[in-house]
């Protein structure tokens, strides 16, 4: 036997009939402490030995149930998308209907509550399902198996999308983001009340699902109207070329190091890389990346200016009134680009630093997004309630989550399907007059 493998009781696993009550309670205690570990410390920092001495067992006894921290991690993964299915499973008819309305205002209200309970597993997916790790395999399925499962339930109830338009995915990843902005007081902050936030986002889904609902059924769940609140926003600060002057050599070196870094930190997040990592990316020396930038953060922080200034831009260019056609030719160009600041986006969206000038481009466009969006969701004449606040942070939880979040399948997503999903989703629940 090699000196590092573990031997592990056959009748340990995670679904073995012969583990024995004991041995059950003890996994599900090393689960639940891992939980609050991993909330407390994050997944990348901590070992075996820290999830064996919070649960006051033995590195060997653990082993005994678990082969490693990332079989761990991903009977996790599992237990939580396990519990989101439970919900699904009880999910009643939907439809353009009271009784469908009350259903799905359920649904969602049974989704937080799971959201709330695994809300540190649910703030990883975040992060694995944009980055290059052993556990997006896992996420890509749960995602396709639960979008499948409301599929189906939407189809027995006369359901009908967009040919090309995966609308159930979309539900799925944006009601999570919601949630998470939920869950970290974002929405709390400007105003609406958890009550009112489930309220409202239950109106958008229901137009998505069934955009012609009757407005007497829109109102039955208690939504009210209300205006987003309007903020002012600065403009994007000059970016100061440091390599101004300096040759075209330098210069094209110092593109293939800020690009490289770009894409290193979009596939493997941003605590996770290492300057050696972004030279083997680049395909230079580490001495090399040290002679123009003090370290990683110093590329972070070139890169989250020309995150801010590029993503800031376009925003800045997002339709004042809805055109279907000048709304596909914004999310053209918007989505490439976001793709290309995945990495950068996620550090603001994670809070992965604490750098000051990096959290200041992050809270610019962020603010610049729900301004421009304000102006959009405000001008639309609707006939049923719907507070706007809520359907700006829905809107920005649809602009930050479907470029990547849709292409995390076990399928191909082409950028046209992710163009079109988002365009449907837009129009559908937030773009929609409603019925007269």
């Not at 609902?213 to 440091?242: C, I, M």
């Not at 604490?354 to 962020?366: F, G, I, K, Q």
Request: with cysteine.
């Amino acid at each position: 036997m090699a000196q590092d493998e573990v031997l592990r009781r056959a009748s340990y696993g995670p679904h073995s009939p012969v583990v024995g009550e004991r041995g059950s309670r003890t996994r599900q205690h090393i689960l639940d402490v891992s939980l609050e570990l991993i909330a407390r410390q994050g997944l990348q920092t901590i070992s075996v030995d820290d999830i064996a001495k919070a649960a006051d067992t033995s590195r060997a006894t653990l082993y005994q149930y678990f082969a490693s921290k990332e079989e761990l991690f991903g009977e996790l993964l599992e237990e939580c998308g396990a519990a989101l299915m439970r919900v699904v499973r009880r999910l009643g008819p939907l439809g353009p209907t009271t009784q469908g309305f009350d259903n799905l205002h359920w649904w969602l209200g049974e989704w937080a509550w799971v959201y709330d309970r695994y809300s540190t597993m649910f703030a990883q997916w975040a992060q694995l399902d944009s980055t290059e790790t052993a556990y997006r395999p896992t996420v890509a399925g749960f995602v396709d198996a639960y979008a499948s499962r409301i599929g189906a339930r939407l189809d027995s109830s006369g359901f009908e999308g967009p040919p090309g338009v995966d609308l159930a995915a979309a539900v799925m990843l944006v009601v999570h983001r919601v949630n998470a902005f939920r869950r970290a007081g974002t929405a709390a902050a400007s105003g609406p009340s958890d009550d009112v936030l489930l309220d409202s986002l239950a109106v958008v889904v229901q137009l998505v699902l069934f955009p012609g609902t009757p407005p007497e059924v829109l109102a039955s769940q208690g939504a009210v109207a209300a205006p987003p609140v309007a903020k002012p926003v600065a403009p994007p600060p000059p970016v100061g070329d440091r390599f101004a002057g300096r040759s075209a050599r330098v210069r094209r070196t110092v593109r293939d190091l800020l690009d490289a870094a770009a894409r290193t930190f979009a596939e493997q997040g941003y605590p996770s890389t290492s300057v050696d990592d972004i030279a083997t990316a680049a395909g230079v020396a580490r001495g090399t990346v040290y002679k123009y930038f003090t370290d990683k953060a110093d590329l972070l922080s070139v890169l989250a200016e020309e995150a801010h200034v590029e993503l800031r831009g376009l925003i800045d260019r997002l339709p004042a009134q809805h055109d279907g056609a000048a709304l596909r030719q914004w999310l053209r160009e918007y989505v490439p680009a976001y793709r290309r600041h995945a990495g950068v986006v996620q550090v603001w969206t994670e809070r992965q630093v604490t750098t000051p000038e990096a959290l200041a481009h992050a809270d610019a466009v962020s603010a610049a997004v729900r301004a421009a969006l304000g102006v959009l969701l405000t001008d639309v004449p609707r006939s049923y309630p719907l507070d706007l606040r809520v359907a700006v942070f829905v809107a920005a939880a649809a602009l930050e989550r479907l470029p990547l979040g849709l292409t995390v399948r076990t399928r191909t997503v082409s950028p046209d399907e992710v163009v079109e999903t988002m365009a449907a989703f837009l129009e559908r629940g937030l773009l929609n007059p409603g019925a007269p």
